[in-house]
């Protein structure tokens, strides 16, 4: 791999994407305040309404830099979360997609989309891609076409290329700006990208509903904004009556509940929830909000940007990058993955995340070596971006930089690990924890038809929390759960622990996670969650780094607190690296559901988002089955329902869930272990 011969200069922290993340003046760092000074003193700002092909006219930002001795390029934003501040005279603080571009040298665009905050019109979420557009017909693609137009045609000293970027809802619009995108659009880097809302990004994963971040998210977002305004007082304020998350989704009842509650508090519905609670499986309404079928005639270089901890768009950034690479042959079409929460490389150092700990500044590393060479690259001629690989992704376990072929990696060998009594996990044919045998039969120990399993009661009115926290950030989630310590679920009685014994030498596993259970259950439908864990060793110690602690003095790097301000150990450590639910209702078709038969036992496989993670030499492989997980996902009803989501509060019944593990039902996780 060749690197850039020159490196670009010390990352700044500060990022903008949304209102709720622009810097206040007195919270500012001196380089936050240096920067947001150079950017007064050498760009200009103007705010203009573009007329659309049907007559709804958008509002744009536009910062020009003061220097006209040299043509610049566009980097275009479209998002719902505001352009602001507005005012000619109110300016940004940074701007780009990270703190390195302003003083790179662009014009920087920034775009309310239709029906949000300044720009006329109708918003509709994740609006639907329409092909085959005749006359006036508008959707995402058509205002991005519309408005480069407009821009390359009337903002001066422009050099006829545009870059779009944006992160979550506005990866979603990056995402559309490269369907049939205007000749001018050169570069695009969806980011976390919103995608399918259905199988897997931040509404559902699997047709099973993230309840407490779409709960608090449309609280807000979904309120109809009734004419065009700079400001969200609009928005009424929602009062939980609790910081505890899991007492106050508890507490709310069934899903059926939850309109409700929010029209108590607001006096009118949310359009949108009420639509989301009548759609509770894959039909049209969600099949036309799925883009990944749509990501066709791109011509635009595409960089593609996602976190192994994202909890809201992991499975958009996957997905993106697949479905651009197969519709798209010859398209230069790249994907990079860092060990980051939701939108954390562009706002975070990337060394930390919780009580897990990377060894470098990967957020830093991204924006430096990938994030500007690739817009530079595209719209400037400028640099080399030899060492952006087609994947690129940092190994979560041997904290590294590394490079794949593809995605999911071909280099890579689907590998079972059986589940076992006594909570043994094992691979194929003995193998004790060493590098495993590619066997296809279960190790022996169980007759061919004597039903061994594990089983647990599963009570949706105690359901397993996702995270130890209570306070706070659980209204939603807190952006580390992903890395949590899962000690305080393994001793609960209704999770199901599984482990290896300690590895003899390094396993890296690079690909998707895809289980393949043998389930009942006393009730007719229940959800089953599976957690891949790395269990650190009991004596493991965080390592030496240049970090100082408050004193001044040079130790060891000091691990997070807990509530009580606790020094929290890494000794034992079971890190969460990937957790997914699958309702059993949906085992066979996400259109067509159909319910368990009590006591019997029936098949799940499912396909959980990808990780890159080196096990190392000492640790254990640990697999964790549960069948809540609250209130991250919303409760099943643990019976069987045309539609789970209207579920009231008698519906909830306690069930008794087994998961089977001999030679007729040989329960096991696949995991793509790299090949050496």
């Known amino acids: 791999m060749k690197r850039l ?7 700044l922290f500060v990022f903008i994407c949304t209102p709720l993340l622009l ?16 950017i007064r003193k050498n760009y200009t700002k103007s705010e203009v309404l573009i007329p659309m092909r049907d007559g709804v006219k958008l509002f744009v930002c536009i910062y020009e830099p003061k220097d006209k001795k040299q043509k610049y390029p566009i980097m275009f934003d479209r998002t719902p979360y505001s352009v602001g501040p507005y005012g000619a005279n109110s300016y940004k603080t940074s701007l780009g997609p990270d703190e390195l571009f302003a003083r790179e040298g662009y014009i920087f665009v920034y775009q309310d989309v239709r029906g949000r905050y300044m720009s006329e019109g109708v918003y509709e979420d994740v609006r639907p891609y329409i092909p085959n557009k005749k006359g006036n017909q508008i959707d995402e693609t058509t205002d991005t076409y519309d408005t480069v137009d407009w821009l390359i045609k009337n903002v001066p000293n422009n050099n006829g290329r545009v870059g779009v970027w944006g992160i979550s809802y506005p990866g979603f619009y990056t995402s559309m700006a490269g369907i049939d995108g205007h000749p001018a659009v050169k570069a695009i880097s969806p980011q976390a990208p919103v995608s399918d809302w259905f199988h897997g990004d931040d509404m559902h994963h699997n047709g099973a509903l993230f309840l407490a971040q779409n709960f608090s998210f449309f609280r807000g977002f979904g309120q109809p904004r009734p004419v065009p305004t700079s400001n969200d007082d609009y928005v009424k304020p929602f009062n939980y009556g609790t910081q505890d998350g899991y007492k106050f989704y508890l507490e709310m009842g069934g899903l059926k509940n939850a309109g409700d509650i929010y029209e108590k508090q607001f006096g009118f519905r949310l359009k949108f929830w009420d639509q989301m ?3 509770p499986n894959y039909d049209q309404f969600w099949k036309e909000r ?10 635009a270089a595409v960089m593609t940007v996602g976190g192994w901890y994202d909890n809201e768009d992991l499975f958009g950034a996957l997905g993106t990058y697949q479905s651009i690479e197969k519709q798209n042959p010859g398209t230069f079409n790249v994907l990079v993955m860092g060990p980051w929460f939701h939108g954390g490389w562009a706002r975070s150092d990337g060394d930390w995340l919780g009580t897990a700990y990377f060894g470098t500044k990967t957020g830093v590393y991204y924006r430096e070596h990938f994030e500007l060479p ?11 971006i030899s060492q952006i690989k087609e994947v690129n992704v940092f190994d979560t376990g041997a904290d590294e930089w590394s490079d794949l072929p593809n995605w999911s990696p071909t280099v890579s060998t689907e590998t079972p690990v059986y589940l076992m009594s006594n909570g043994q996990l094992s691979f194929g044919n003995g193998a004790n924890g060493a590098r495993p045998s590619t066997g296809k039969l279960p190790p022996a120990g169980a007759g061919p038809r004597q039903p061994w399993y594990d089983e647990y009661v599963s009570d949706p009115w105690n359901p397993v929390p996702y995270t130890e926290k209570r306070n706070g950030d659980t ?8 890395t949590e310590d899962q000690r305080f679920a393994a001793t609960r009685p209704d999770v199901l622990v599984y482990q290896t014994a300690a590895l003899t030498e390094d396993l890296t596993v690079a690909g998707s996670i895809k289980p393949e259970l043998f389930v009942s259950s006393s009730g007719t439908d229940s959800d089953f969650i599976v957690k891949l864990i790395d269990v650190f060793p009991d004596d493991y110690q965080y390592p030496e780094t240049g970090n100082k602690l408050p004193n001044g003095q040079p130790e060891r790097v000091r691990p997070p607190q807990d509530s009580t301000g606790s020094i ?5 450590y079971e890190m969460l690296l990937r957790g997914e639910p699958f309702p059993a209702r949906f085992r066979n078709s996400f259109e067509k559901p159909e319910p368990l038969r009590p006591n019997i036992p029936a098949k799940i496989s499912y396909v959980m988002p990808g990780i890159v993670h080196t096990f ?4 254990r492989i640990m697999v964790q089955i549960q069948s809540t997980w609250f209130p991250l996902v919303a409760r099943s009803p643990q019976k069987f329902m045309p539609n789970y989501k209207l579920g009231i509060d008698t519906d909830f019944q306690k069930a008794t869930e087994r998961i089977y593990h001999s030679a007729q039902y040989p329960s096991r996780i696949v995991l793509p272990v790299l090949k050496r």
């Open 5 to 11: 011969s020159k490196l670009l200069p010390a990352a």
């Open 23 to 38: 810097a206040q003046p007195g919270e500012m760092t001196q380089a936050q305040r240096e920067l947001a000074d150079y």
């Open 277 to 279: 609670m009548q759609h």
């Open 290 to 299: 799925n883009i990944f079928p749509n990501l066709k005639n791109i011509h």
């Open 374 to 384: 690739f817009f530079n690259y595209f719209l400037k001629d400028k640099g080399d």
């Open 475 to 482: 209204i939603r989630y807190p952006r580390d759960f992903m």
């Open 568 to 572: 929290l150990t890494p000794g034992g």
């Open 616 to 619: 190392k030499k000492g640790h």
